[in-house]
């Protein structure tokens, strides 16, 4: 089993910057998979981004493209990192990391197996 721990949320001003950390622990050889979601109050959990585990197949969705990108290390535990920049207040929202099996992309709630707890992003304008 895999679980996934996020930590790095916090307040800042719009236009500033914040790094997310994911640690998965557990079998994670066969999680190939890795996503950040978030999800704001009042609306459904939306697909951030992903990451393979080569690293060599990443997606982002529209709305963060150029400002986020994700990353992982896979020396010991899984780290998946989200660095966020030029940070807006439509970014505020639960952030939540998941893991999923398989190689290929996944955007959609239902296709990842293990979720974290969540970290709050909230940024002000």
């Known amino acids: 089993q895999v679980q996934p721990v996020e930590s790095g949320g916090g307040l800042v001003q719009a236009g500033g910057s914040l790094r997310l950390s994911c640690t998965a622990s557990?079998?994670?050889?066969?999680?190939?998979?890795m996503g950040w979601f978030r999800q704001a109050p009042g609306k459904e959990r939306e697909f951030v981004a992903g990451?393979?585990?080569?690293?060599?197949?990443?997606?982002y969705t529209d709305s963060v493209k150029g400002r986020f990108t994700i990353s992982r290390d896979n020396a010991k535990n899984t780290v998946v990192y989200l660095q966020m920049n030029s940070l807006k207040p439509e970014d505020t929202a639960i952030y939540y990391c998941?893991?999923?099996?398989?190689?290929?992309?996944?955007?959609?709630?239902?296709?990842?197996?293990?979720w974290g707890q969540g970290t709050q992003v909230t940024v002000s304008s």
């Open positions: 998941a893991a999923a099996r398989g190689p290929y992309y996944k955007s959609t709630t239902a296709e990842y197996t293990y």
């Open positions: 990451i393979s585990w080569s690293g060599s197949n990443i997606y």
């Open positions: 557990g079998r994670t050889f066969s999680m190939n998979y």
